[in-house]
């Protein structure tokens, strides 16, 4: 189990262990159209637990989302917490959070919008929504 704040490449490579990790995701560039390039700073924490099946699926998925915007001013942070939604640092006690994978999208201080264990319509449709309102 991987916990607080996490580089993608070692939590990737962690998950690659799991069933339900998809590599072959392909992401649906056409949909993201109105945040290609995006220059807005935006920071997006993405809040994990390694043993949750969700995460497994979602955050590979996520991140080629998050690759494809292709936006400079993007910062992205994985926090993994345990079953009890926590880790050691408390880095996700900042954030009110009840289930994983939690998507947390802020620009600055003021959060735009969330995703929830899974998209509503897609992770790309749910981002642009958040991202364009």
């Keep these: 189990m991987l916990l607080g704040q996490l580089a993608l490449p070692e939590l990737l490579a962690h998950l690659k262990n799991y069933p339900d990790y998809d590599a072959d995701y392909q992401v649906d ?14 920071t997006i924490s993405v809040i994990i637990g390694t043993w949750c099946p969700d995460c497994h699926r979602e955050v590979p998925r996520l991140a080629k989302v998050i690759d494809a915007i292709n936006g400079k001013q993007v910062t992205v942070e994985y926090i993994g917490v345990d079953k009890q939604k926590t880790d050691p640092d408390n880095i996700s006690a900042q954030f009110d959070f009840e289930r994983i994978p939690t998507v947390i999208v802020q620009d600055g201080t003021q959060e735009l919008g969330r995703i929830i264990e899974q998209p509503q319509q897609s992770l790309e449709k749910d981002l642009v929504a958040i991202l364009t309102q």
């Design 29 to 42: 560039v056409d949909s993201l159209t109105p945040v290609l390039n995006f220059n807005k700073e935006i």
